[in-house]
């Protein structure tokens, strides 16, 4: 008796790009699969470089990706798990799932993204299995967008110009009837890979709401009716409910940015006010800081701008830890770091703050707080980061200038200046009048005693002199580039 040849299989590696809309690579898995008759395999890798540091940004990923998996069950699509270094996690693929036919995926830019990809398309390459890498997590894909000669851009403002002109692509719809006619529910693929996910996913610290392609298109639609008119004039302010809120489904990849950006460009059309423009550009930002990852690699862990490569950081442990843990005395920084720990997430004006207080007020590196935040952001885009921080720190390209020191205090005063937000994350400071609540170690002690809010006990003196720390900062920054 003649037996049947077995079904060759297509596989789609899913990473942080965890929806089914406008999915470039998962729809030519798709189309593939239909055209060379093949089975569809959906895969998701749990790496170890992953699964070794548990922190908030990789619960807030993890319970995403669980969510994901979830959701595609109720649609009858398996989503397979696979463990370990990849050169194993596709040796068992290969052992286990029969005869692959191609595996498609989304690149991303850093560095471990980029060896990660090179270990599996030599692994596959030697078994002779085509891997394809096809672009869908950038609205223009790092390396697109170019000056008229060839050359990278090192400056956002002409990047910009360049990106608007440029014509956008249009999104890559899925056939969601076809993926369900391919797809294979291979049982026990990877059992232990399977049973590991499910340890990761459990032992999560904190559970969050709101999660995954559904809530993502939600938040959309609900950004583009509520948020994105006004933005320009509240995105700024940490007390208002003024920005978008989809960066973590922009990090998972639950939300597709150029849906994002077909969404606001279409406002822009229709509506009137700068809220759609203003929107728009920080999309661009996106794209631009990963395009430098692209160029300049090595931008990673090292300082665009090379003069200032080995500036004398302090080493001041017990002033990391006051700015990690919100008590620097300076409350706008304290709040913005306090809502950090307490919801993984901070205002994009917050953002600018605190790096600029560690990395001028206290001549901390850069590279520590950029860690710290990478622990702790559950919309942790590495190239995006790193890029706000070394702007921030004066060190990148097209960064604030050195001499440019924010003044916490006066930040305080123009962002939340009746000390809304201040309030809602220290608490201690509830009760403080608004004339000290930018400096509430400035009260006398007898309002300290009214206020319930003794400096020294229920809330730290400034741990440094701004004024004297923005000489210093300065100067050190002036030394380094006369070198």
């Known amino acids: 008796m003649e037996v049947a040849a077995m079904t060759a299989t297509t596989v789609l590696w899913f990473r942080n790009d965890l929806r089914f809309h406008d999915h470039p690579a998962l729809a030519e898995a ?34 995403t990706a669980a969510s994901f998996q979830k959701d595609a069950e109720s649609e009858n699509v398996k989503i397979h798990m696979l463990s370990g270094e990849v050169e194993d996690a596709f040796s068992t693929l290969l ?16 560095s471990f993204a980029r060896k990660r990809d090179e ?150 059309e229709t509506t009137s006010g700068s809220g759609a423009e203003t929107f728009i550009k920080e999309l661009a930002w996106r794209d631009f800081y990963a395009a430098i990852l692209h160029y300049f690699p090595e931008a990673e862990k090292d300082e665009f701008q090379e003069q200032y490569r080995n500036l ?13 843990e919100g008590r620097t005395g300076f409350p706008i920084v304290d709040a913005g770091m306090r809502q950090l720990n307490q919801i993984g997430w901070m205002h994009n004006r917050l953002r600018m703050i605190t790096a600029s207080f560690l990395t001028k007020d206290l001549q901390i590196d850069w590279q520590k707080g950029e860690a710290y935040f990478g622990h702790k952001l ?16 004066s060190v990148g390209t097209d960064a604030v200038p050195y001499f440019r020191v924010f003044s916490p205090v006066r930040q305080g005063e123009r962002f939340d200046p009746e000390g809304t937000f201040i309030r809602q994350f220290l608490p201690e400071l509830k009760h403080v009048p608004d004339k000290y609540i930018q400096e509430p170690h400035k009260m006398p002690e007898s309002v300290q005693k009214e206020a319930g809010c003794i400096i020294g006990s229920d809330y730290p003196e400034p741990v440094v002199d701004h004024k004297e720390e923005r000489k210093r900062a300065i100067a050190m920054f002036e030394e380094a580039k006369d070198q």
Not at 49 to 56: A, G, L, P, S
Not at 95 to 110: D, L
Not at 167 to 189: F, G, I, N
Not at 378 to 392: E, K, L, M, R, V
Request: proline share 6%; net charge negative.
């Open 312 to 324: 004398p950081w302090s080493e001041n442990n017990e002033h990391f830890s006051a700015w990690k």
């Open 378 to 393: 559950i919309d942790y885009t590495p190239s995006s980061n790193i890029g706000g921080w070394q702007w921030a720190a």
């Open 30 to 63: 798709v189309e593939y699969a239909e055209t060379h008759d093949t089975d569809l395999l959906l895969m998701f890798h749990l790496h170890p470089y992953f699964t070794d540091n548990t922190d908030i940004s990789n619960d807030y990923f993890f319970q």
């Open 119 to 268: 270990k599996a398309a030599s692994f596959l390459t030697d078994h002779s299995v085509p891997f394809y890498s096809v672009p869908g997590n950038y609205i223009h894909e790092p390396g697109t967008v170019e000056k008229d000669n060839g050359d990278p851009y090192k400056v956002y403002t002409p990047f910009s110009r360049k990106w608007m002109k440029e014509a956008k692509p249009e999104l890559r719809h899925v056939d969601m009837d076809v993926l369900k006619k391919r797809c294979t529910r291979k049982k026990a693929l990877d059992q232990e890979s399977e049973e590991a996910f499910d340890r990761v996913v459990n032992s999560c610290t904190r559970s969050w709401e709101r999660l995954g392609e559904k809530a993502a298109l939600e938040r959309l639609e609900y950004t583009m009716k509520k948020i994105v008119p006004g933005y320009q004039d509240t995105r700024d302010l940490p007390s208002r409910a003024g920005t978008t809120r989809i960066s973590p489904y922009l990090r998972t990849g639950s939300l597709s940015v150029r849906k994002v950006y077909e969404a606001a460009a279409s406002q822009m």
């Open 95 to 110: 052992e286990r799932a029969g005869e692959i036919n191609a595996v498609f995926c989304t690149p991303e830019v850093t």
